[in-house]
């Protein structure tokens, strides 16, 4: 078995939703039910957590997590990137016993997981040697083709088109490709991709196509996920038994 390591990013300093990664859904922090999914995933060595606080590390450990190191604040800004921080824990694993083969990337601002589609979607980038990452999607609810961005003049313009013509935005959505979002459910990474060419997903990102979810950045988005978990009760029993 190959060495998988889920990777969860935590810092500190959100401001759509102060403190939204150890803010509780239910009865658990949000970062909590990244954590359950994460070790009831049977394809996970290890569950880790990046953070640049130690109240998030500290709680990140108390619900089952590791916290080996904390990340610096020149990782941890509003403008870092997700390959400023992957690269800060693969230096640490070079320095402390070796790197991973894959990194699973979990984002805790989408809570509500299954932890066999966690190793559905590794067993999926394993058996697709040629593919350089593998990232889960959702079906947009309108194709992103029937949308519109606004003209140097100022008028709208259909995306992608050059086009300022807009009746034919008109047309029924069956007649427009499928377009889908990225979602935060579950990324799988390679390590040596990632040393090779400094880069986290490349040019041969395998889609995995997941229900559709709810991601956390405003205020509202909370109250939605706080209703839907209402709504399906489900969600929590099947992480924390």
């Known amino acids: 078995m190959p060495s998988i390591v889920a ?4 810092r500190a300093g959100s401001k759509g ?6 803010r509780k859904l239910g009865e658990h922090s949000l970062i909590g039910w990244s954590i ?3 070790n009831a995933a049977s394809s996970i060595c290890r569950t880790i957590v990046s953070t640049d606080s130690d109240e998030y590390a500290r709680i990140s450990r108390e619900i089952g997590a590791e916290v080996p190191f ?3 604040a020149e990782f941890s800004g509003d403008r870092s990137t997700d390959y400023d921080f992957i690269k800060h824990a ?4 070079a320095l402390n016993g070796g790197e991973p083969e894959y990194i699973v990337h979990i984002r805790p601002t989408t809570p509500f997981r299954s932890s066999k589609l966690i190793d559905q979607a590794v067993e999926t980038f394993i058996n697709n040697p040629d593919a350089t990452a593998l990232r889960s999607v959702h079906p947009m609810s309108e194709s992103a083709y029937k949308t519109f961005e606004i003209a140097s003049g100022g008028q709208l313009k259909r995306i992608a088109s050059g086009s300022t013509e807009l009746d034919v935005a008109n047309n029924a ?3 427009f490709p499928s377009t889908y979002i990225a979602n935060g459910y579950v990324d799988v990474l390679s390590t040596r991709f990632i040393r090779e060419r400094q880069l986290i997903h490349g040019d041969h990102v395998l889609p995995f196509i997941t229900p559709v979810v709810g ?3 405003t205020e509202e988005d909370f109250s939605r996920l706080e209703l839907e978990l209402e709504k ?3 969600f929590a029993e099947r992480l924390f038994k």
Not at 7 to 10: K, V
Not at 90 to 93: A, G, I, N, S, T
Request: with cysteine.
């Open 7 to 10: 990777l969860i990013p935590a």
């Open 17 to 22: 939703v102060p403190h939204k990664n150890i």
């Open 36 to 38: 359950a999914a994460c």
């Open 70 to 72: 904390l990340r610096p």
């Open 90 to 93: 693969l230096d640490w694993f």
């Open 173 to 175: 959505r069956q007649e």
């Open 215 to 217: 991601e956390v950045d």
């Open 232 to 234: 399906h009760p489900e």
